[in-house]
């Protein structure tokens, strides 16, 4: 008889410790995506200078995301991994700044932790995706599976510290101060870059972002992006941004300006359509975008689909772009000579888990 009530003591306090753990500790949180995609241009070789996606006429890979983030408490932590050419830096050093590594398979996405000071501040540390834009590079994040100029030639991550506070559930101001350049995990020389985001959500569905982002050595972008559901079947993104490269003594500075529109509509609840129209232009200066020439503008026109089977989606999706000037283009046809235009059509599975 007492062994048995030792028994059932033992069982009952087993049992409170498991419970009393699982209130104070929550399990860790794991997830990511595998993509692959194939893609073919017109010309008949790689033709617009996008992030990603630039295999021609190959079935390839884009990338393995991992991450593991947990909440305990106060405390926060987000572990971001990537592996494949997707997640990795193709045609700059990689995140340490490593020149020698421009081919490696392996990136860092996000590492930071972040603590509530109180109900409604809050701070982050670490290396960040960036807050600047409306895409990203996962490709669960976003409608399409190309990329738009905007993204391209915006910032991927920035490494600092940063501030949010939450007036309410309709406005939040975050402020922060970050590495001399973008997309490295260590500062080239000094902090001395300053970001802030004001979000701002108006009604019920429709969210606002305006981001700012400042240094000497990474230049000045400021940034739009907002996002309406419109209806349950119907949403609209818009993305603008202004950027100014930093100084040069080589001349005038230049930059990019730019805008892109994204309507959406789900015509059941496992296809959806999508537009991504955008129009870039490239400031006259010493900067050089992935995009026109100084002066120069391109219009791209994307339509994709998303055709959901579980957490697989296939996205089929043809891209059309037109750059202003014939002579300036940095399109050419089969022959290599400079055209205005230039089309693609691509395929992409993404699996989200």
């Not at 408490?73 to 494949?84: N, P, R, T």
């Amino acid at each position: 008889m007492k062994s048995k009530l030792l028994l059932l003591l033992s069982l009952t306090a087993a049992t409170f410790a498991a419970n009393a753990q699982e209130k104070t500790d929550p399990p860790l949180t794991i997830g990511g995506s595998v993509d692959t995609y194939y893609k073919y241009d017109f010309s008949g070789h790689n033709n617009i200078p996008t992030s990603f996606a630039s295999d021609q006429n190959s079935f390839s890979i884009g990338m393995v995301n991992l991450f593991a983030k947990k909440k305990v408490g106060k405390a926060s932590f987000v572990g971001d991994l990537s592996f494949g050419p997707r997640g990795q830096y193709q045609s700059v050093p990689n995140g340490d700044g490593a020149t020698n590594n421009a081919a490696n398979s392996f990136h860092i996405q996000n590492l930071y932790v972040a603590y509530d000071l109180t109900d409604k501040l809050s701070v982050t540390a670490g290396y960040m995706a960036t807050f600047v834009g409306y895409e990203v590079i996962s490709p669960v994040g976003n409608f399409n599976y190309s990329t738009s100029y905007l993204f391209t030639n915006g910032p991927f991550q920035n490494a600092g510290a940063k501030f949010t506070y939450a007036f309410s559930d309709k406005v939040s101001l975050s402020a922060g101060l970050y590495n001399d350049l973008w997309n490295v995990y260590t500062a080239a020389s000094k902090i001395n870059t300053i970001g802030t985001q004001l979000m701002v959500a108006p009604v019920k569905g429709w969210t606002a972002y305006v981001n700012f982002l400042t240094g000497p050595a990474s230049g000045t972008v400021v940034d739009l992006t907002t996002s309406y559901q419109i209806t349950e079947a119907f949403k609209l993104g818009v993305n603008a941004a202004n950027f100014d490269a930093p100084k040069s003594p080589a001349g005038p500075r230049g930059g990019y300006v730019g805008a892109a529109l994204y309507p959406q509509l789900a015509v059941s609840s496992a296809v959806s359509f999508g537009l991504r129209a955008e129009y870039f232009k490239t400031k006259d200066g010493v900067w050089v975008t992935a995009g026109p020439a100084a002066n120069e503008s391109v219009t791209a026109f994307t339509l994709s689909a998303n055709i959901k089977g579980g957490p697989l989606t296939f996205i089929p999706e043809v891209r059309l772009d037109n750059a202003s000037k014939e002579a300036t283009s940095i399109f050419t046809n089969k022959n290599g000579v400079a055209t205005k235009s230039a089309s693609q059509f691509g395929l992409a599975a993404v699996y989200a888990f």
